[in-house]
């Protein structure tokens, strides 16, 4: 009688498809390392709102200079989404998943050594170029390699993780302040510890095994699935991801996304993922002032507490995803913010305990649905187009957060704090509107059959 494992288990077809795989420790080591990147974007993000108030004297900037290194890492994310998507979806995810993190700890170490402003607003756009190149990479990897049930949790915990690097970039710059006079060199190098922790984790991670069927690799990829999903996976409906390849490579993708008809699934998820991060990124920029302006004292420690509750609402986003569905979720968070912002401008201002929570209660509802930022272009775009897909709505988000940001202090002035909140509610209602008409259901669809519903 033969062994368990040997022959006879060799040559047992496969019972299950990609979609409906178990999970296996993995599946749970890969979402794992996969955080790591956005880890590392929020981290290197929020580090610099520590230090800048330290860099400005030492480097003697004035305040063009210091707009400019703040804007920059904005504007290098645009540029990485729309740059890197199309590169990952012809070069593959594996190679650019761990030369992304390299680029992380070599740009983020190289900022201890800076003279000059200049050189800080080099380094600080490259940084941010690699930034916007991890979110079409961690997510597209991410989303090919786990099975259908797991996919949602575990693109929103992309955000959880993003959330977390934030935070806790906030402390180690809070720790660091009392180095000396270069602490704030410390703290903007600090970036590459993590960042070279989770260069060496990812890199055995093997190459997703629907970007290469994509690419006519198919023996490839089922060495992939027996190596690394088990022989009771099967690798059949990898043949479908070569059926439907066209001629996109490279950035000539950008428009393979429009000729091949999805152009509504681009519309769609730049247009929430705007409405979304515009209206939270510049409050979040400028919450304190604004807390300020409603009568409220103490608003470095309301705005860290009401940071807290935004990362629970992250962590709730990513409970209810599979439960909720992904449209109930959107529509239901974008409804909330709006009455959020809605309360915040017409009740009294006079209660500080009222606005700390409607503050509280707009990021918190804000950061619920931001997971599908993540969830959302990851679906709904096939495999040789899914990093492109991504990488456009990526760029797309970044002139709605840095227009925003660059805009409010000029709204607050003619507008004041109210009618700035006024312009937020309008363009977090469009957002509700778009959801309501053009979100889709995805989560009891596979992987295939979710991106070919444009």
Not at 41 to 46: E, F, H
Not at 105 to 124: H, P
Not at 166 to 181: E, F
Not at 199 to 223: C, D, H, K, N, Q
């Amino acid at each position: 009688m033969p062994l368990p494992g040997t022959s006879s288990d060799a040559s047992r077809p496969p019972t299950t498809s990609l979609d409906d795989a178990p999970v296996t420790p993995f599946h749970r080591r890969l979402v794992a390392v996969a955080m790591g990147g956005p880890f590392c974007d929020g981290y290197l993000l929020g580090v610099m709102g520590v230090a800048l108030s330290l860099i400005t004297p030492a480097l003697k900037l004035d305040t063009l200079w210091s707009g400019l290194i703040a804007a920059s890492v904005l504007v290098g994310v645009f540029l990485g989404g729309a740059i890197f998507g199309p590169i990952t979806d012809r070069v593959g995810r594996h190679l650019m998943y761990v030369l992304n993190l390299a680029a992380f700890a070599v740009l983020s170490a190289a900022q201890f050594f800076v003279t000059e402003a200049w050189q800080l607003l080099v380094l600080r756009l490259l940084i941010g170029i690699a930034i916007g190149a991890d979110y079409p990479i961690a997510s597209a990897l991410t989303t090919e390699l786990v099975p259908r049930r797991m996919r949602g949790p575990a693109l929103s915990g992309l955000v959880v993780a993003w959330w977390v690097g934030y935070g806790l970039s906030y402390w180690v710059g809070w720790a660091l302040l009392n180095v000396g006079d270069d602490s704030w060199r410390w703290m903007l190098a600090s970036g590459a510890i993590p960042a070279v922790i989770f260069f060496f984790m990812r890199t055995g991670i093997p190459e997703s095994p629907r970007w290469l069927a994509s690419r006519g690799r198919v023996e490839e990829a089922r060495e992939v699935v027996r190596r690394h999903l088990g022989r009771d996976v099967s690798a059949e409906e990898l043949l479908s991801e070569g059926q439907d390849q066209r001629g996109g490579s490279g950035l000539g993708n950008l428009l393979e996304v429009f000729r091949r008809g999805y152009a509504v699934p681009v519309v769609f998820c730049s247009l929430f993922w705007i409405c979304q991060v515009a209206p939270a990124f510049a409050v979040r920029s400028f919450q304190p002032q604004m807390l300020e302006s409603f009568g409220v004292t103490g608003t470095i420690g309301a705005s860290a507490l009401i940071t807290t509750i935004a990362v629970v609402g992250t962590a709730i986003g990513l409970l209810v995803v599979n439960w909720m569905g992904r449209r109930p979720l959107l529509i239901s968070s974008f409804l909330c913010v709006t009455v959020s912002l809605v309360a915040l401008i017409v009740l009294p201002s006079h209660l500080a305990i009222l606005i700390v929570a409607l503050f509280a209660a707009f990021q918190f509802f804000e950061a619920a649905g931001s997971g599908l930022q993540f969830v959302y272009p990851s679906e709904l775009f096939p495999t040789d187009l899914r990093a492109t897909g991504v990488g456009i709505a990526t760029a797309m988000s970044r002139v709605g957060s840095a227009s925003s940001t660059f805009l409010l202090p000029m709204a607050t002035t003619d507008l004041g704090v109210r009618g700035t909140l006024a312009v937020g509610a309008l363009i977090t209602l469009i957002g509700l509107l778009v959801s309501v008409f053009m979100a889709p259901e995805t989560k009891h669809l596979g992987l295939v059959e979710a991106s070919s519903r444009a």
